[in-house]
């Protein structure tokens, strides 16, 4: 049933009037325009997505953007010095050393809007806290207010387990997908955090950049906001290839996959 949902939204923004000159359908631009938050889902090492990303911050003129791929740290030295060309923004974001896939993809949605820029990455330190002593611990004290110290219903851990076990190629041992499962859920409240924030500081509207994972509303971000939250109106963008995408979102456009190595390669490799 939820991939019966999830083909449906697709088809109505694949079937949606589009602008002359973009790929966001008229009704899910409108959507967006009437949103307090516009989360920006993608894949992503697909150059298409990011062109959708851009578009999308000219249609929604953001308050402020919130990064899943720059920390807070990072943030704050882009406020306190512009970039003027993606070098000067890789050195001040220290991009390269972070592992995301080659800044000059992304650099077009940061010259989308000149809206400052949260950052909502986990820093390794944390990521390491939360897989050895728990999420809840690298939240400090946040996390019961974001609800980390509430374990997740044992069919809801089981089926993220399970994601995560597939997103690995079956290559992680039983014992480290408890872990996975706590850093992803770390990742999401430390984003909602991030929006709450940006939220109380410029009055929104608020757009954010990160991965489909965190971006759908069955299991990522939006669960969080509606919680802590709930008058704000949050619309979910997420991104697909080929039609292929897990998870719930207001609207999904579709983009060809890219040519990329097989990823299980390098779990071969380590065996």
């Known amino acids: 049933m939820r991939q019966l949902a999830i083909l449906l939204c697709?088809?109505?923004?694949?079937?949606?009037?589009?602008?002359?000159?973009?790929l966001i359908p008229d009704d899910v631009a409108d959507a967006m325009r009437a949103a307090d938050v516009v989360i920006l889902g993608e894949i992503h090492d697909n150059p298409q997505h990011h062109i959708v990303q851009k578009e999308a911050l000219e249609i929604i003129n953001p308050s402020a953007v919130v990064w899943e791929m720059v920390t807070e740290e990072g943030a704050q030295r882009l406020a306190q010095k512009a970039a003027t060309n993606p070098e000067e923004?890789?050195?001040?974001?220290?991009?390269?050393?972070?592992?995301?896939?080659?800044?000059?993809?992304?650099?077009?949605?940061?010259?989308?809007?000149?809206?400052?820029?949260?950052?909502?990455?986990?820093?390794?330190?944390?990521?390491?806290?939360?897989?050895?002593?728990?999420?809840?611990?690298?939240?400090?004290?946040?996390?019961?207010?974001y609800g980390l110290t509430v374990p997740l219903s044992?069919?809801?851990?089981?089926?993220?387990?399970?994601?995560?076990?597939?997103?690995?190629?079956?290559?992680?041992?039983?014992?480290?997908?408890?872990?996975?499962?706590?850093?992803?859920?770390?990742?999401?409240?430390?984003?909602?955090?991030?929006?709450?924030?940006?939220?109380?500081?410029?009055?929104?509207?608020?757009?954010?950049?990160?991965?489909?994972?965190?971006?759908?509303?069955?299991?990522?971000?939006?669960?969080?906001?509606?919680?802590?939250?709930?008058?704000?109106?949050?619309?979910?963008l997420g991104q697909s290839e080929d039609g292929a995408i897990s998870g719930e979102f207001d609207a999904v456009i579709d983009s060809p996959s890219v040519e990329r190595e097989d990823p299980c390669l390098a779990f071969q490799t380590q065996n």
């Open 89 to 145: 923004l890789d050195r001040i974001l220290k991009w390269a050393e972070m592992g995301w896939p080659s800044l000059s993809m992304y650099y077009p949605v940061f010259q989308a809007t000149d809206a400052p820029v949260y950052g909502a990455m986990v820093p390794r330190a944390a990521a390491r806290a939360a897989m050895e002593r728990g999420a809840a611990t690298a939240l400090g004290a946040d996390a019961a207010r």
């Open 154 to 236: 044992a069919a809801d851990q089981a089926e993220r387990e399970a994601d995560q076990l597939a997103a690995h190629c079956d290559a992680l041992p039983q014992e480290a997908l408890p872990q996975m499962v706590a850093i992803q859920r770390l990742r999401d409240a430390v984003l909602t955090r991030s929006i709450l924030r940006a939220d109380d500081e410029t009055g929104g509207p608020i757009a954010v950049i990160t991965g489909n994972g965190h971006a759908r509303k069955d299991r990522g971000i939006p669960t969080f906001t509606s919680r802590l939250r709930p008058g704000l109106k949050v619309f979910v």
């Open 10 to 22: 697709a088809l109505v923004v694949t079937a949606g009037v589009g602008r002359a000159d973009g």
